[in-house]
């Protein structure tokens, strides 16, 4: 399993971002697939987490009706939609994907990873 993440980049606080994560490899229907950020100096977090094959997502409470994760099966990719970006949404976006452990939120849950990519939300 291959997976590519991109679309970050520099934004204003308020702002939006879309991040796309293009994976490879497999037939990804029996996967979980998840995002998670990391901030500078602090551990790994869990984001955001879909089932390919239904569509079920679970959030975390901080981008809650800010985020959305989706997936296009066509085009075995993953997005994340950022809205209503914050300072402290400010990490590297990684992507990751799994079969074997639902709707994770830990990252040893996950045994496939992309190789990140930066969001920085500026004031």
């Known amino acids: 399993v291959q997976l590519q993440a991109s679309g970050g980049g520099l934004v204003q606080a308020g702002g939006s971002l879309r991040l796309s994560c293009s994976a490879s490899g497999r037939t990804f229907s029996n996967y979980y697939m998840a995002w998670f950020r990391q901030a500078p100096g602090k551990e790994r977090d869990f984001v955001a987490a879909?089932?390919?094959?239904?569509?079920?997502?679970y959030y975390a409470d901080s981008v809650k009706g800010r985020f959305t994760i989706s997936r296009d099966n066509a085009k075995n990719t993953l997005y994340l939609q950022m809205n209503s970006l914050k300072l402290e949404d400010t990490a590297v976006y990684y992507c990751?994907?799994?079969?074997?452990?639902?709707?994770?939120?830990?990252?040893?849950?996950?045994?496939?990873w992309g190789q990140g990519t930066q969001v920085t939300v500026s004031s």
């Open positions: 879909i089932n390919w094959s239904s569509g079920n997502t």
């Open positions: 990751a994907a799994d079969q074997s452990y639902g709707l994770g939120v830990n990252d040893y849950e996950y045994d496939y």
